[in-house]
Structure formats: structure tokens, C-alpha cells
């Protein structure tokens, strides 16, 4: 088993040094203004960044960013902007310093991939590719709650940039008005499955600081928050510190929401609300399954993140469906190592792991923030054995506390610095 797995990955990795060569030597027929390998990123979030950063370094290949937002925000640590406790503009950085990498940026949505083709389309232009990262993160599974679409707009998400400013809205309108707000949570693969939990502690340390009049009800698919690993903390941060504040409704499942009545149906019976942020369940953006690379996220091999279904394609970020966490940390991470391996591929000086190696794969760090001045804190690190899956380790913080709430901020910092700076 182990070396059918080994002798797969090896064909797979020198198909792609071959595809390669023949796509670079092809240029010259494809090419119209350059001779040098083309890699195309979509998206600019997270994963794109970090393989964009590394693939325009490198200053052998063309690089092309296809992104539609003219910047970038980021949703780790956004919370304290939808919690009033920030402005937005503290979480969003232009995209300057990619420009001035030399990147071309293209202000546009990929709306097909041409896999046999080799090039990714957008509404107005064809753009071809001897590499393609895709790390487009993800979509909401609108179908999984009935009642959702037709009144989306009421119910924004806010798991994706510049989503936050509609929960912000509702945030502050429930803080002065009180009543019920409603947080639903989905069963996992999600995206930092902490954060429904922190959005929680976060609304209710307003709510406190406010005196609001009120009830934040956390209705969890799960039977503990997620991920295991953090359940303790986070369980103890909202029942000893927001106690009556929050009700934490365990395992009731969302069955529909009627946005007329303001009544959200669950298998533990129906709550009403004033307002609802129902976090949905996620899976990759349909660009991903119209392009057959996966089916509710992309299929890549491990430790290369090569797609499974074509070697001329890595899928990093959310989009992919390895178990390590859909964090941005390892998603950047993902994105600089994979744009390594496109720069070493095309250079013939890709190293291949041989049997027994134990691989080291990009680490994820998630924060918790509880209050202005307390949060809890997770890293996972991971390594893999061809052949096997991946060994995943989690070092938690016991309980809440003020070095992780710093921690957080400086971590941020340096992050969207390394990103953007
Ligand atoms: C509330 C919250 C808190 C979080 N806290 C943390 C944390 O503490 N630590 C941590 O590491 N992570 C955290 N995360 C997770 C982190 O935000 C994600 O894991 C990360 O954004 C994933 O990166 P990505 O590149 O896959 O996707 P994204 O960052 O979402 O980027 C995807 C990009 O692709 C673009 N795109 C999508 N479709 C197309 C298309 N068809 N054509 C062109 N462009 C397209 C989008 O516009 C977007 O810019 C948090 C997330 C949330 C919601």
C-alpha cells in the first residue's frame, strides 16, 4: 500500500518536472510576449499572497494574480472591528507591494478553468498558464438551510473579507436594542473552526460593557466547541465569564429559517430572534467541482498539494481538502512552499521525499479572542510520511489569558506585513 502510494507520487512529481519542460519549451509557440514560465495565482487572499510573494522573488517566472477585490482584508482578528472595538481599515492593506513585485494583477473573477486548454477565463479574457494556484477559498452551502437564500442579505455570514461590515451592523444594532442574537455553528470542515465561538465571547463582553438587555444563543451542531483541542477553554471562557450572557445550545441541528417570523427551526425546537448570523456549512468555490478537482473541496496529494485529478495545478488555502485546519496562517504558509516547489520544478532542482522521510507540512496558528484583553490560543504543526496521513499535533493554552491577547495583535502584525508590508 505504502509503495503503491510512493511509486503514484513519484510518477505523478515527474510528470509535472515533464509537463514542465514541455510547457516551457512549448512557449516559444504559445507565447506571444515572453519566453518565461507563466504561473497564474487566483486569489489574493491568505494562500495566493504567500505564493505569489515567493514566485515574484524568485524572478523567473512570469506571475499573474487574479484577484477581484482592489485589497485586502482579513478576517482573523477582524472581530474586534465587528465588536466595535476597531476601525475596518485596521484589517485591510492595499495591494501596492504586489504590484511593485512586478506581479501582474488582474482586478477580475476566474469564471471557467480550460485544464486541457491551459488557461483560466474570466468574463472579458483568456489567460494561459504553465502553472496554476488556485486559492480561492471558499463558498457558503446555501442549500443546507432552507429559508437562507431568499433572505441572505439578513443573514450575512461574515466568514469572508468585507463580509464583516454587514455583521458589524448587526452587532451594533442588537448591543443598543437587546433581544436575541442568534449564532449558528456547523459541523466541521469549516473555516477556523474557533471563531463562531470567539465572535460569541467577543459580543458578549459588549453586551456586558453595554448593559445590553438580551440573550446571545449559540446553536452548535457539535456536541463541544471545535476544534476538540480547545473545547475546555473555550466552554470555560463562555460559561465563567459570560454566564448570563450567552446560551449554549449543543448538538440542535438548523432545519430552516423563516426571515418573516424571525424563527430559526432546529432539531432541539424553534428559536426566535431578532437577529440571526448563521454561520453555514462550507466547501470550496463551484469553480473548483466545474473544473472535476474535487467534490466539496479539492483533491491534492500530500506534502505537495498538487492537484490529484492534473499535475499542472496546486490548490492551497480553504479550497483543499487535506485534514491540516483552514487556517491563513498555514494557507500562506502552503502558498510559500508551494510556489518553492513551482520555482525548484522549473529549475530541474526539485527534490522529491523518499520513502521513510518524515515530511514537515506548514503550520496553523488560530487565535481565540474573549475580551479586549484575554484570548486562547492553538498551533498545530503537522508532518507526513509518504504514504500515510499526515500526524497532526495540537499545543493549546489551558484558559484564556492576556500573552495570547497580545500574542494575537502581534502576530497579525507581522503576518499581514509578511503578506503586504
Ligand atoms: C472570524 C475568523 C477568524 C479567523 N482567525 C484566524 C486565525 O486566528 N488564524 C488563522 O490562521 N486563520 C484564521 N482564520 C482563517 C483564515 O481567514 C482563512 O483560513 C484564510 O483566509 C484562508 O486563506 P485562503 O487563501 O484559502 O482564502 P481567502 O483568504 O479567503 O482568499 C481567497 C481569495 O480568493 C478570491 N477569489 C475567490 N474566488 C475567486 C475567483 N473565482 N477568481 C478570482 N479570485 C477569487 C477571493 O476574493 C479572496 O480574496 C479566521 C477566519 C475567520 C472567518
Redesign the pocket.
Known sequence: MKETNLIRRRNMLKGAAAATTVSVMGCASQLTTSSRPRVVV????????GAVRTLAAGGKVDVTL????DG?M??????LYITGYAQASDFQRSYRAIDALGVRRVK????DIDRAGRKVK?ATQDIPYDFLVL????EYMEEALPGYAAARDQFPV????FEQAAVQRQVAAFVEQGGNFVITVPKPPY??P??PY??ACMIAHRMKEKGTRGKLIVVDANKHPMPPPLAKPLETAMREMYGSQIEYITEADPKSIDAGRKVLSTSKGDIPFSQANVILPMRA?G?IRKAGLGERFAAVELPTFQSKADRNIFV????QSSPL????????GT?QQVGEQILATIAGKYKEAGLGDEVTLPA?????KVSTSLAININVTSSISIGDPPKIRFQVDPAANAASSKG?MD?GRN?WNAMLG
Do not use: Q, Y
Not at 487566483?42 to 499572497?49: K, R
Not at 461574515?158 to 473579507?161: D, E, N, T
Open positions: 487566483v486569489g489574493g487572499g491568505w494562500g495566493g499572497l487574479i484577484e477581484p477585490n485586502f482579513s478576517c482573523p482578528l477582524s472581530i477580475d473573477r476566474v469564471v474570466t486559492a480561492t477559498g471558499l461574515g466568514f469572508r473579507a473555516r477556523c474557533p471563531a470567539e465572535r468555490p469553480l492551497i488555502g480553504d479550497s485546519p483552514k487556517s491563513g496562517h498555514l494557507a500562506f502558498g496553523a496558528i488560530c487565535w481565540g494575537a502576530w503576518m
